[in-house]
């Protein structure tokens, strides 16, 4: 069975910066393409930032600067590292493991999801 648990949101005042976690147990999991997407409440989930398994990384605009993907293939968790909070970052973030390594801007391209963490920005 596969799990994804996210950990590490917060509250956190603007500027300032978090780390989530999301460890991975169940998949090959060094294999997969790693993503976070994030949901505020009334929009739409969007992508935020995503690493293959070949370590590349790719980030949405709103983010790009400012926010760092990383995993660890040996503790099987993907991190995403945020510096510079905006208040416009509040929403629930969710991890999401997926086979293929194309369109990883679509969440329809992962096939497992966490449950999510709330980030809190305070202004």
């Known amino acids: 069975q596969v799990q994804l648990v996210e950990s590490g949101g917060g509250l956190v005042q603007a500027g300032g910066s978090l780390r989530l976690s999301c460890a991975a147990s169940?998949?090959?999991?060094?294999?997969?393409?790693m993503g976070w997407f994030r949901q505020a409440p009334g929009k739409e989930r969007e992508f935020v930032a995503a690493?293959?398994?070949?370590?590349?990384?790719y980030y949405a605009d709103s983010v790009k600067g400012r926010f760092t993907i990383s995993r660890d293939n040996v503790k099987k968790t993907v991190y995403l590292q945020m510096n510079s909070l905006k208040t416009e970052d509040a929403a629930v973030y969710h991890c999401?493991?997926?086979?293929?390594?194309?369109?990883?801007?679509?969440?329809?391209?992962?096939?497992?999801w966490g449950q999510g963490t709330q980030v809190t920005v305070s202004s």
């Open positions: 169940g998949l090959g999991f060094s294999a997969y393409l």
């Open positions: 690493i293959r398994n070949d370590g590349s990384t």
């Open positions: 999401a493991a997926g086979a293929a390594n194309y369109n990883l801007h679509f969440s329809s391209q992962y096939k497992y």
